[in-house]
């Protein structure tokens, strides 16, 4: 499976990494290698650990179309929840918003992913490159 | 039995609903109305601006606020015409500088503002939602260069002086 960076995961990773959301080499070690997993989606058995990934969903069981989350817990000195959206459509897996997991934002990141998810489907994103 | 004079409440309707109560709480009118015309066209935005009505804490209603912004912003700034927009990539191995950059222009760019009064007094000149240009500053993703031009007009400067290599 192709792994496209959109414009929107790159500024998240940008702000993330602004906050110290995440250490340099847990970014090296684990995120980036966990995001390379896509690749041979839904192959890796990582993808079958609900902790580490699943649907996004809208509240009340609603998921959004072609909408998932790829999850760790405990990441950076703040021992943050981070979550990474991605849009699985056709044989692309297209890198989204990424995010702290704090408070009520999980609902407002999945409205976020799935208007993103309208937007790519119009062709209506930016390419920013391949992982 | 059903009371035939109570009036089934729309979507349009519950839009205008909310485009009221954002205007009363005193968010830019251009907002509102850019907010209310992308949330006919899309559940999504729709759905956060129900969010934002239901929310009492401020400072996620704020980030709300600034998630529509970017909405707003990426509806007038992304091709219509189904090519995507394909930019300079940046190597892995970059990133790092990239993000020192950013973070220097930012400081340079608050300092600009905090001259003319600040944030809030900024964001009213520029008809822009105060969250929105915090966030700008305050975050280390790239600013739109459009938001720059915004500013930059609103200030009397020259687009030279607030010229980023990093913007989208």
Aim: proline share 4%; glycine share 8%.
């Amino acid at each position: 499976m192709e792994v496209m960076i959109t414009g929107w995961a790159l500024q998240s990773y940008l702000d993330l990494k602004h906050g110290h959301a995440f250490a340099d080499r847990e970014y090296q070690t684990t995120l980036r290698p966990d995001a390379e997993r896509l690749k041979v989606f839904p192959d890796d058995p990582k993808f079958k650990v609900r902790g580490f990934w699943g649907p996004a969903t809208k509240g009340n069981g609603v998921n959004v179309t072609d909408g998932y989350k790829m999850k760790w817990d405990s990441v950076g000195p703040g021992r943050n929840e981070l979550r990474l959206c991605v849009a699985i459509i056709g044989s692309k897996a297209l890198l989204c918003r990424a995010y702290i997991k704090k408070g009520k934002n999980d609902l407002r990141e999945c409205l976020n992913l799935e208007r993103h998810i309208t937007l790519i489907r119009q062709g209506r994103h930016i390419d920013r490159g391949r992982i | 039995m059903k009371n035939p004079q109570k009036k089934v409440e729309t979507r349009d309707d519950r839009i205008m609903v909310v485009m009221n109560e954002m205007s009363h709480s005193g968010l830019p009118n251009s907002f509102v109305l850019d907010a209310g015309n992308l949330a006919r066209q899309d559940n999504s935005i729709f759905g956060l601006m129900e969010l934002w009505a239901a929310e009492s804490d401020m400072e996620e209603r704020a980030e709300i606020v600034a998630d529509l912004q970017d909405h707003i912003d990426d509806d007038r700034d992304l091709p219509r015409d189904g090519t995507t927009t394909e930019v300079p990539k940046i190597s892995f191995s970059n990133l790092g500088a990239v993000a020192g950059d950013i973070e220097n222009f930012k400081a340079k760019l608050k300092d600009i503002i905090d001259r003319q009064g600040g944030p809030v007094a900024v964001a009213k000149m520029i008809g822009m939602p105060q969250p929105s240009l915090s966030r700008l500053l305050n975050s280390g993703s790239m600013p739109r260069r459009s938001t720059l031009y915004k500013i930059a007009k609103a200030l009397n400067l020259s687009v030279t002086d607030l010229a980023g290599e990093w913007v989208r």
